[in-house]
């Protein structure tokens, strides 16, 4: 599309690919004190190479998942029969011992105290010839288990159906899962878990029909009507939804033979997801909300420094050198993120009447975990695993957030009953802000990529 010129006569060059796309995507962020040029250049260029580094580690490589859990809500799951939707579980001698034991919380001497706590829980009774220290445990592990502060439903990782994977020989691209049984999963997601109304219609959703602009006015009139938290909720959920977009359309299949697959940028992919031509406005929007997300789970890991920062905590896998230099580089990034100078303000939230307050953390959290159990529907198995572990990240994110005092009351040293993160969800907090720091570094390739395109 040509624009006048202004004040010659004459025609400005076309609109690149990059400003339909990008242009709106700068600035200030809404419900923040941030901008994304910030965030661009904070994550590109001092976080995101460090941060990579750690998730290669064999500590976040390995994921314990339970991809056979059946779906809780429908049965007609069309299971994807494609190669790329596959996920290849790890052989049990392909990962290293001081994983697969419980041995990965505290040190050695903390560590044989909580293998024995756990051994007996999954016995089912604390057992009297137990140590009265070891019984108390047992009760709080329990009653940590059960807390209310978890917003997710995780994973039985005892359960014989709950394998291993490594992350980086599964790595989250294009599958070619697609099409209405992916569109019931986010319209699930969108329609029944994220506080909105069903007289309230969402732009551009492929399962619904006949929308205009006036149905756009109106869900954004809405949207921005709702109190903070609940508006922020939707726009997390649309930004980890763009950032998995982003992920598909950066690792793309754009060749196959028989003898490789090569992967990378597929621009036209991006476009449509993201140019504000193209989806009449949304792609943009959803940036800025990839943003957001990103924000959310930044603040997250600088309010969790103290955990990680006490003596006893280890990136326990068994080899002592390694682990060692993993907990510095760890601590390195946490104290850069640290340093970030325009962190996400979570005191808004849950502000005001406390009992109010309280209940609206209970809808907010009880939502979160609908959506952790609707991935269990997820009928790629490839996506199921990322959508797990990304939604676990993002819900062990909202629990550090929300439980600023607990881990202002946490003991110098030992186990820490009121506030603990187990190791699955330190592997997914790190793993799912690795993929959403991803996302943002892909955005500056795509818009280089598309600075030449019309």
Known sequence: MWLLGSGHGGQQAPETAAQRCFCQVSGYLDDCTCDVETIDRFNNYRLFPRLQKLLESD?????KVNLKRPCPFWNDINQCGRRDCAVKPCQSDEVPDGIKSASYKYSEVANN??????????????????????????????????????FCEADDIQSPDAEYVDLLLN???????????????????YEENCFKPQTIKRPLNPLASGQGKSEENTFYSWLEGLCVEKRAF??????????????????YLLQETWLEKKWGHNVTEFQQRFDGILTEGEGPRRLKNLYFLYLIELR??????????RPD??????DKVHDAENKMLLLEILHEVKSFPLHFDENSFFAGDKKEANKLKEDF???FRNISR?????????????????????????KILFSEKLIANMPESGPSYEFHLTRQEIVSLFNAFGRISTSVKELENFRNLLQNIH
């Open 171 to 189: 790595p989250e691209r294009y599958t070619g899962y697609k099409g209405p049984d992916a569109w019931k999963i986010w319209n699930v997601i």
């Open 374 to 398: 609707i991935m269990d529907c997820v009928g790629c198995f490839k996506c199921r695993l990322w959508g797990k572990l990304q939604i676990q990240g993002l819900g062990t994110a909202l």
């Open 365 to 367: 959290r009880l939502h």
């Open 300 to 309: 997250a890991l600088s309010k969790v420094v103290p955990f990680f920062e």
């Open 234 to 251: 939707y726009r997390l959920i649309s930004g980890l939804h763009a950032s998995i977009n982003v992920h598909l359309s950066a690792r």
């Open 59 to 63: 500590y976040f490589r390995y994921y």
């Open 313 to 318: 905590f280890q990136l326990f896998t068994g």
């Open 113 to 150: 105290l909580i293998e024995e706590c756990e051994q007996a829980e999954r016995l089912g009774a604390v057992d009297e010839s137990l140590s009265e220290e070891t019984q108390k445990a047992v009760l709080q592990w329990t009653k940590h288990d059960d807390s209310s502060d978890n």
